[in-house]
Nanobody, 114 residues
Framework: QVQLVESGGGVVQPGGSLRLSCAAS????????MNWYRQAPGNQREFVAR???????IYADSVKGRFTISRDNVKNTLYLQMNNLKPQDTAVYYC????????WGQGTQVTVSS
């Protein structure tokens, strides 16, 4: 059974950076778009970024210019580089893809606080 495992979360001060990873237990070469979502306490899960097989990317307006999504089809890993973090970026971050069926990772906590 394929799994997605996120890592890289933590506590960072405003203006800091983090790099999230999402490792897939199977090849992602033939997988279409891969995504990052996030969910803050009391809020619905929201879209953050998407990357297609050709490397084309889409970002939520709230993160555009600060976050960069990428994928390594050799390492079967999705990344999210987050720069200039703000307190409102605090959330649990999830990766999402369709491996024949919708699949979510377990999430990694990002806390931005001084």
């Amino acid at each position: 059974q394929v799994q997605l495992v996120e890592s890289g979360g933590g506590v960072v001060q405003p203006g800091g950076s983090l790099r999230l990873s999402c490792a897939a237990s199977e090849s992602i070469v033939s997988i279409g778009a891969m995504n990052w979502y996030r969910q803050a306490p009391g809020n619905q899960r929201e879209f953050v970024a998407r990357i297609g097989t050709a490397g084309n990317t889409i970002y939520a307006d709230s993160v555009k210019g600060r976050f960069t999504i990428s994928r390594d089809n050799v390492k079967n890993t999705l990344y999210l580089q987050m720069n200039n973090l703000k307190p409102q970026d605090t959330a649990v971050y999830y990766c999402f893809a369709i491996f024949g069926k919708p699949l979510w990772g377990q999430g990694t906590q990002v806390t931005v606080s001084s």
